[in-house]
Each structure stands twice: as C-alpha cells, then as structure tokens.
C-alpha cells in the first residue's frame, strides 16, 4: 500500500495550493481519507477529512471556511484544497488512510501514511 502526496511548496500569505495524494488501496472506497500536518516542533494535527463518498466532510476550526477535501473515487486520489493561507499553515501535510465509515480525527485510527509533503507560506 502507497499513499503519494504532492503539490506542496512555498507560497505568499493569502495564497492558495493544492495538494493531492494518490493511493495505491485496493478498494479506495473503504477508506475515510483525511489530511494530517506537522509543524517544526509541534504535533501532528488533523486538518480535514473525507468518508467514502465525499458527501461527509471534516475541518477543525483553524481551517474550515479556507481549506476542502475532496476525493476522486474513480482515480484513487484524494485533494486539499487550501485558500487564504496563512504562516502558520506552514507545515509537512500527511495524507492517511482509515479502513472504517466514520471519518476520525486521532492519528491512531489511521491505518496507512503518505510521505509528507512541505507547504510553507511566507508573511
């Protein structure tokens, strides 16, 4: 199983990216997939994620209204959408893959990890 995230890099403040992680599942569908980040010095976070169909979604607060999740079924891929960055958005963003129907926030739950991509956004 391979999660292969892309489309990080380095952005101005109020700049927009998006990040896109294709996964090597064998039946995508059974997966909640979420996106994760790590800030130097800080813990990894939930940032958004997305059930089975793309009819659920989940932000916390610090990026909803800014960032969307969707998934393409068809293509085995799941997007980030990020709008209105901000520096503190600055961080290495992890997609994951969680084998159940509940989109879940904890680290823990998630069964499969991509390598990290970088999004750094400049004041």
């Known amino acids: 199983v391979q999660l292969q995230a892309s489309g990080g890099g380095l952005v101005q403040a109020g700049g927009s990216l998006r990040l896109s992680c294709a996964a090597s599942?064998?039946?995508?569908?059974?997966?909640?997939m979420g996106w994760f980040r790590q800030a130097p010095g800080k813990e990894r976070e939930f940032v958004a994620g997305?059930?089975?169909?793309?009819?659920?979604?989940y932000y916390p607060d610090s990026v909803k209204g800014r960032f969307t999740i969707s998934r393409d079924n068809a293509k085995n891929t799941v997007y980030l959408q990020m709008n209105s960055l901000k520096p503190e958005d600055t961080a290495v963003y992890y997609c994951?893959?969680?084998?159940?129907?509940?989109?879940?926030?904890?680290?823990?739950?998630?069964?499969?990890w991509g390598q990290g991509t970088l999004v750094t956004v400049s004041s």
């Open positions: 994951a893959a969680d084998k159940t129907a509940v989109i879940r926030t904890t680290i823990t739950s998630y069964h499969y």
């Open positions: 599942l064998r039946t995508f569908t059974l997966y909640v």
């Open positions: 997305i059930n089975w169909s793309g009819g659920t979604t």
